[in-house]
């Protein structure tokens, strides 16, 4: 079985600061990672996927996660926040077998920037 | 293009009764998938359809239905609703390559409310 765990609900930061946002997942075998992002009464856009190849993938938005096998992680980062990045992510896991569309969802981060 | 629709927005019923929610995915997109996303549960998954067949199927009890038409629209039905069945319900679609799904453009959802 899969699962994904998101490090904080909550994530404060000033604008153009560094945006961290932490996931760690569990997978018996080596999956497919995806940061997706939600705005206030929409639905879900993806940010950027991880499949194969170059463990550093950059998204939209100017956002960028890299995936580390020996920990676990895929951690989404961004070098200067932005007002309009405020929002919730949510990282996603998903069985190489079952394609894209069987993800297995964080519980989200909530981000909030000031000025 | 068109993005993924789904009707209707908002939606209130009472315990017992039942529901059916539908969801247009993009042209040419012949895959489409259901979550249910709840701030206590968060996104789960319910389950994809792919040429009128269901593929894959989350763990939800037999009350949570869909159908998929020629069209590649999609229904789902739930029927003798809970108070617990109050979420938000996202649909996505997306194209499918080599029998798998690729990347998912999720509609902006039904907020349904059990009183």
């Known amino acids: 079985a899969q699962s994904v765990t998101q490090l904080g609900s909550h994530v404060s930061v000033s604008e153009g600061a560094l945006v961290l946002l932490r996931c760690n997942y569990s997978?018996?075998?080596?999956?497919?990672l995806f940061w997706y992002v939600q705005y206030p009464n929409q639905g879900l856009q993806l940010l950027l996927k991880y499949t194969t190849g170059a463990t550093l993938v950059k998204g939209i938005n100017g956002f960028e996660a890299e995936f580390k096998k020996s920990e676990t992680s895929f951690h989404l980062t961004k070098p200067s926040a932005h007002m309009s990045d405020a929002a919730e992510y949510f990282c996603?896991?998903?069985?190489?077998?079952?394609?894209?569309?069987?993800?297995?969802f964080g519980k989200g981060t909530m981000l909030l920037v000031s000025p | 293009k068109a993005g993924v629709t789904q009707t209707p927005r908002y939606l209130i019923k009472t315990r017992g009764q039942q529901v059916t929610l539908s969801c247009s995915p993009i042209?040419?997109?012949?895959?489409v998938s259901w979550y249910q996303q709840t701030p206590g549960q968060g996104l789960q998954f319910l389950f994809e359809?792919?040429?009128?067949?269901?593929?894959n199927k989350g763990n939800f009890p037999g009350r949570f239905s869909g159908r998929q038409f020629s069209n590649s629209r999609s229904e789902m039905n739930v029927s003798t609703l809970e108070l617990g069945d109050s979420a938000l319900y996202l649909c996505?679609?997306?194209?499918?390559?080599?029998?798998?799904?690729?990347?998912?453009?999720f509609g902006s959802g039904t907020q349904l409310s059990v009183l």
């Open positions: 042209s040419g997109h012949r895959s």
């Open positions: 359809y792919f040429s009128e067949t269901q593929r």
């Open positions: 997978s018996s075998v080596p999956p497919y």
């Open positions: 996505a679609s997306s194209l499918v390559q080599q029998g798998r799904a690729e990347k998912l453009f």
């Open positions: 996603a896991v998903s069985g190489r077998d079952s394609g894209y569309s069987t993800l297995t």
